[in-house]
């Protein structure tokens, strides 16, 4: 796939797009490129045409001077579908992904058709907190070895008795895409900013919501406050940690495929 590039308000945006059909836009979230769909986009390509792209902050996008907000971030998703040629699209954000879907759809909710939200909260004071294990962690990271930084990052963003083989094959595309410290740190403001300003509440997209129930980087908990506030939301907790579509993608592929393509889902 080839790399383009979109224009959001001077802020150049990289994407790329596969497969063919219905349009399906993914987000992902802090620290993670494009290359954080790797385990989807085949099973999504073969019935989609997928766009992914780098949030502001990572890859091959800009990264202006922080910090991001999850509202600002929402406009750049929105960008990507103009320079795509994509009015209206299936929406997927994982973590801090779905925290801006959630304001994409909210803000523009005649350029969604389904939504799915991975990992992720609705934000504001009613919401479960990151983990004070998770939040320590972003708060010494920049005191540790870089290398020892970022592997301990994947692994608490995986579940219990993380496989070694999948802890290195993450770790090695982190290292091979390093982050600008600036850009992470920016984005990380977006995240443990997050208020949430009534955006779940305000979504009419039929929506899915999963949580990996041994989520150590957002609390699991949150799926059950998105599903009651989001109107006819479904979906609930699967197995697996932050990162539970690396770890089940044949499965949760499935399901969010059936979802996308009609189907109601399961609570």
Do not use: K
């Amino acid at each position: 796939m080839t790399t383009e590039y979109a224009d959001s308000n001077g802020v150049r945006i990289a994407w790329e797009a596969g497969g063919s059909g219905p349009p399906l836009l993914l987000i992902h979230g802090l620290g993670y490129a494009r290359w954080g769909w790797e385990p989807l986009v085949p099973i999504l390509t073969e019935r989609f045409r997928v766009v992914t792209f780098d949030n502001r902050g990572i890859g091959a996008s800009d990264v202006p001077p922080g910090p991001y907000d999850a509202a600002g971030m929402a406009a750049d998703a929105v960008a990507v579908l103009d320079a795509a040629g994509i009015g209206r699209s299936h929406v997927m954000g994982t973590s801090l992904g779905g925290m801006i879907a959630q304001e994409l759809v909210a803000r523009h909710p005649g350029r969604v058709d389904r939504l799915v939200l991975l990992s992720t909260t609705p934000g504001g004071s009613a919401a479960y907190p990151i983990p004070a294990h998770t939040l320590d962690l972003i708060a010494r990271a920049s005191t540790l070895p870089p290398e020892e930084a970022l592997r301990t990052f994947v692994e608490n963003a995986l579940g219990e008795d993380p496989d070694p083989p999948l802890v290195a094959r993450i770790l090695a595309h982190r290292l091979a895409s390093s982050q600008d410290p600036a850009g992470w740190a920016a984005q990380a403001a977006a995240g443990t900013g997050y208020g949430g300003s009534g955006a779940a509440s305000a979504i009419v997209a039929p929506t899915l919501v999963l949580h990996g129930s041994e989520d150590r980087v957002i609390d699991h908990r949150n799926v059950d406050l998105l599903i009651e506030s989001i109107p006819g939301a479904v979906g609930g907790v699967r197995p697996g940690g932050h990162l539970f579509f690396w770890e089940h993608p044949e499965e949760l592929g499935g399901e969010i495929v059936s979802f996308l393509e009609g189907g109601d889902g399961e609570r």
